[in-house]
């Protein structure tokens, strides 16, 4: 599962706009691979030296080429932007040194600082050949070179690039033609130049650390009333009450704490995981896959159809059997609900939850893991305070038949649930293809259906073996019409994340782009920036109760304001870094440039109200250039 989740991430933020590398005849006693030339930037292999000699050191460079106005970043880009990547790939007994950098130049765009370079630049290693070469012999290096260029808009590239260099004996004059290219180039000697990217990188002090595992908790307990988690924990609440006695509600808290736990810590590990690959990923990344929707859909729907008493597979054991499978599934239900109830609560931050996920996604691993299973402990908290003090069950409600009625009410809530995960899913894939998926939804109802309409405890090992390979067959039929057939269009990654971008509500409508962004702070325009996802419930809460209400339309009208929407439904490097920029990792996350002053930016809360928003507005004041 790691290795699929970050390769989908992977792919998603290297799109189509790579370039394959071409072959090029350079010199007679070397030769050379060049990039496409027609893109923004052409990659190409070079060395200080013509020939190779043995037990000698010389060095390699990629060199990239910008066409005018664009530029590439610097191993730490800064606020925005992605660190160039090299890959060598070099003959047996070869050893190659760290890259040494060129000191970049510094970028200043509406108060978004980013390091990188224009025009060109040589990333260079310095290579050690082994003794035991035979003089004559031609060898090959090559290396995998990929980066992100930006101009008005960003677009990531990569190429393979290559260069061959034959063996020789010293020699008096082994230099190249690129010798004084290697020497002109102005290498860093000391670790950074950029003091504001390695400060985000020290530890935390004690009490900071105090304060964001406070705001960890507090978050985690948040999550028990968002939208997005509302009905599992509605469903907990009424499986408590169903049980009979105190030893069993007690199984039925740890079953259902450890699968929060559980799943808190290995959405950690993932995350970790995923960021040592050099993936930049924030909280709910997960939602920004339309696999991952996929299976979420179906699994809620099974959670579902078992609420409305069509999940409930027979067996044909002796009674004892069937009462030890019957305890050990009551775990396995309540652990797998802790589970679901974490999966759901992800899409969303809750209040103090953004702050502390902010920190912990640039802490190193460590600390990473332990806000995960601080906020997972909030989470359970409500439900472990009935573990140390039982007295507080005399206050939940007494057992009934109005329990049975109330978990079918619930049933119809998760369908709905479905329908907001394909929802999702229609933002991110063709169409087509969503209606494809449903058709095979409905055959895993159906094929439910049929499991529990013709099999029950009284049913012969024949019967059950022919219903669940009709069963099966079913399935098997419907996942390769609807999904395998065309695999193809479930990660077609063409298709816009929203429909639009821009705001009716703006005084000027733009689509978002980081180019826009700091074209607007530089004429001195106030800047409302909505960073937000189809997949987070809050973020459409907040937009049609308060963003789209005709008070907040009138004021920013009134005040010329220009709203922007970064929108987060897919992954985007862009969106990543500003949130990473002011130490946020999720939506809903919105903030204001002042117009006056669009260096100290107003933050505003996950939760958003009328009154709050027209507050800080007014703060902010009117944009400066009224156009």
């Not at 946020?584 to 505003?604: A, H, M, N, Q, T």
Request: with cysteine; charged share 15%; proline share 5%.
């Amino acid at each position: 599962m790691k290795k699929i989740l970050s390769l989908l991430l992977f792919t998603t933020l290297l799109l189509s706009a790579s370039t394959r590398a071409q072959e090029v005849q350079l010199n007679p006693t070397s030769t050379e691979s060049v990039s496409n030339k027609n893109s923004a930037v052409t990659a190409r292999l070079i060395a200080n030296t013509k020939t190779i000699i043995p037990g000698k050191s010389f060095k390699l460079g990629v060199e990239l080429i910008m066409k005018p106005g664009w530029h590439t970043y610097y191993k730490e880009p800064g606020d925005a932007g992605m660190p160039t990547k090299i890959i060598w790939h070099l003959p047996t007994g070869f050893s190659n040194s760290e890259l040494h950098w060129q000191k970049p130049s510094k970028f200043v765009e509406g108060g978004i600082t980013t390091y990188g370079y224009i025009n060109n630049t040589i990333l260079v290693s310095e290579i050690t050949a082994p003794s035991n070469l035979h003089t004559g012999e031609s060898l090959g290096f090559s290396a995998s070179v990929k980066w992100l260029s930006c101009k008005d808009i960003c677009v990531p590239g990569q190429a393979e690039v290559s260069l061959t260099l034959p063996v020789s004996q010293p020699a008096s004059q082994n230099n190249s033609d690129n010798t004084t290219l290697f020497a002109d180039k102005n290498f860093e000697t000391n670790a950074s130049t950029n003091t504001q990217s390695v400060e985000t990188l020290k530890p935390a002090s004690r009490s900071k650390l105090f304060t964001y595992f406070v705001f960890a908790i507090i978050g985690g307990f948040l999550l028990n009333f968002m939208p997005c988690v509302l009905p599992v924990v509605a469903i907990k609440i009424l499986s408590l009450l169903e049980q009979p006695d105190k030893d069993s509600i007690k199984k039925t808290v740890i079953a259902f704490s450890s699968g929060v736990l559980f799943s808190f810590l290995l959405l950690g590990l993932i995350v970790v995981a995923l960021q040592a690959a050099g993936q930049n990923i924030g909280w709910g990344f997960q939602f920004q896959q339309p696999l991952f929707l996929m299976a979420m859909s179906a699994l809620v729907l099974l959670f579902a159809l078992s609420l409305l008493g069509l999940f409930d597979f027979s067996v044909h054991f002796g009674q004892k059997t069937v009462d030890n499978l019957a305890e050990r599934e009551g775990f396995v239900g309540d652990f797998f609900k802790g589970v679901l109830a974490t999966i759901l609560s992800t899409p969303c931050t809750a209040p103090f939850l953004g702050t502390a996920l902010g920190f912990a996604f640039v802490e190193p691993w460590s600390i990473t893991l332990s806000i995960f299973a601080a906020i997972g402990m909030g989470m359970c908290s409500p439900y472990l305070v009935l573990l140390i003090a039982p007295r507080y069950l005399k206050f939940l409600p007494k057992p009934g038949d109005w329990m049975t009625k109330l978990k079918e009410a619930f049933g119809f809530v998760l369908l709905a649930t479905v329908l907001w995960l394909l929802s999702i899913l229609y933002y991110q894939i063709p169409a087509a293809a969503v209606i494809n998926f449903t058709y095979f939804l409905l055959s895993i109802a159906f094929a439910i259906w049929l499991l529990n309409r013709f099999t029950n405890l009284a049913s012969s090992s024949k019967r059950l073996l022919i219903v669940r390979s009709i069963t099966a067959v079913l399935l098997a039929i419907s996942a390769y019409l609807f999904i395998f057939k065309n695999s193809s269009s479930f990660l077609d990654a063409t298709k816009s994340s929203t429909n639009d971008n821009t705001s009716s509500i703006s005084n000027k409508n733009e689509s978002f782009d980081l180019a826009t962004l700091n074209d607007a702070l530089r004429n001195r325009k106030t800047v409302f920036l909505d960073f937000g996802a189809q997949w987070c419930l809050t973020c459409q809460l907040n937009e049609n109760a308060v963003i789209n209400a005709k008070a907040i339309q009138d004021k920013f009208r009134s005040l010329h304001v220009l709203f922007l929407k970064a929108d987060w439904t897919r992954q985007d490097p862009v969106v990543t870094q500003l949130l990473k920029k002011y130490e946020r990792s999720g939506v809903p996350f919105y903030i204001i440039f002042p117009g006056r002053s669009p260096d100290k930016p107003i933050i505003l809360p996950e939760l958003l109200t009328q009154d709050i928003v027209l507050q800080k507005l007014d703060e902010a004041g009117p944009s400066l250039d009224k156009k």
